[in-house]
Structure formats: C-alpha cells, structure tokens
C-alpha cells in the first residue's frame, strides 16, 4: 500500500541555521509532490509544489528538491526565524489532472531565538 | 486572493444530533472542493470530493449516509454529520482547487460531540 513517511520526532534548530526536512514515499509514482505549513487549530497553508521531471524548486528561503529514483523530497528553510516553527506537511498526487492529495503526517519544526 | 473559509469554527454538540459546516471559497469559483478529517498528530485523511451539481465521491470507508455533501454552487460545499457521536470528533478540513493543482484549504472545524 502508498506510504508517505515524514520524521514523526520534532526537529529543533537555532534561528538562522538552514531546516531541512524529508518526505519519503512507496508504493507511489506521483506525478507531483506539496508541501504545506499547517499551524496548531489551522488548516494547511500552500508553499511549494514540485513536479516529477524537476529536480528542484525555490521560492524565497524555501527550497524543494524531488529525487524520484530515491522516491525522496528535501524541504530546506534558509536562514530560518522563530515565525517558521510550525508543522510542515508533504503531499502527494498521482496525477497531473486530478488533485486528490495524499498526505504524510507532518513534521514539526522548532526554531529557538 | 484563493481564500476558503469555514464555519463554524468550532461546534460542540451532544451525541445524536447533526451538526453541518460550510465551506466557501471567497474570491474564487471552485467545481471541485475537497473535505478532509485529521485527529491530532495524524495526517489529513480524505473523505470526499465534492463536485459542483454532482454527487460526491467517498473515499474508501467513509460513510456516505453519515457524512452527507452538497455543493450546492461554485462557492460553497456543505458537510453534515449525521447522528454524531463521540468517535466523530476531529478537525474537518475542506479545501478548493482554483484551476490549477494547488489546493486551497480553510480554516478548519473543530467538531467535540459529547
């Protein structure tokens, strides 16, 4: 069956070090992969998307690498803020034109002063 | 711009009753809303998709007499919980495609029945 593994232990860094999370999958041959932020009580909030033949994406100081041999994405924060703790979520979809997402279970980021 | 919003909230409700959230998409039109569940610590688990003046499709194991959708418009889809009981409470998420394959989600109902 499809299984999406994201680092279930909370990583904790110090402000203006790079985070970098990752998002294993199985069993899957997404066509495009997500990732979100979602904060305690709120629902997700959109940050990046990655399609299957990219290698890599960037967007201000986030940045998503996507290795379908590895069956693997990067999520990188550059010099990250306290403002970035939250949860990060990855995303999966089968195919380019339907959006059903499959979700793992998120990783939880801590960035001390 | 891309906003979806929902309410309430929060609901508290006694066990038996029906509870029914709304989804809106604010500044967009949306054929397609999504409606999610997730228990804490778990990832979003998806429930439906909600398809403007069709039926909805249930993903696998989810109750289509329990959890009834109406996407009744291209701004708003509308989940009721029917007989609720305690093993219902979570955190309902929706969510609506714009036109492209970013997903836009709402805030988030936060369902405790008693």
């Known amino acids: 069956s499809q299984k999406i593994e994201q680092n279930s232990e909370a990583l904790n860094i110090q402000e203006g070090k790079t985070a970098t999370l990752t998002c294993n999958y199985t069993n899957y041959s997404p066509a495009y992969l997500q990732w979100y932020r979602q904060d305690p009580g709120r629902g997700p909030v959109f940050l990046l998307l990655i399609r299957e033949n990219e290698k890599e994406k960037r967007k201000e100081r986030l940045k998503v690498t996507f290795d379908t041999t590895l069956k693997q994405s990067l999520f990188h924060i550059t010099a990250s803020q306290p403002a970035d703790s939250a949860t990060y979520l990855c995303a999966l979809a089968p195919g380019s034109g339907y959006s059903t997402l499959t979700f793992g279970k998120g990783t939880m980021l801590l960035v001390s002063p | 711009g891309a906003v979806v919003s929902q309410h309430p909230s929060r609901v508290i409700c006694k066990s038996g009753t029906s509870v029914k959230i709304e989804c809106r998409s604010l500044d967009f039109q949306a054929t397609t809303m999504f409606w999610y569940r997730q228990f804490p610590k778990q990832s979003l688990m998806l429930m439906a998709t909600?398809?403007?003046?069709?039926?909805?499709?249930?993903e696998q194991g989810v109750e289509k007499d329990k959890f009834l959708i109406n996407h009744a418009s291209l701004t708003l889809s509308t989940l009721t919980v029917t007989s609720a009981h305690p093993e219902d409470s979570s955190f309902y998420i929706c969510?609506?495609?714009?036109?492209?394959?970013?997903?836009?989600f709402g805030p988030g109902t936060r369902l405790t029945v008693l």
């Open positions: 909600s398809n403007e003046g069709s039926k909805a499709t249930y």
């Open positions: 969510s609506a495609v714009q036109g492209g394959n970013e997903q836009f």
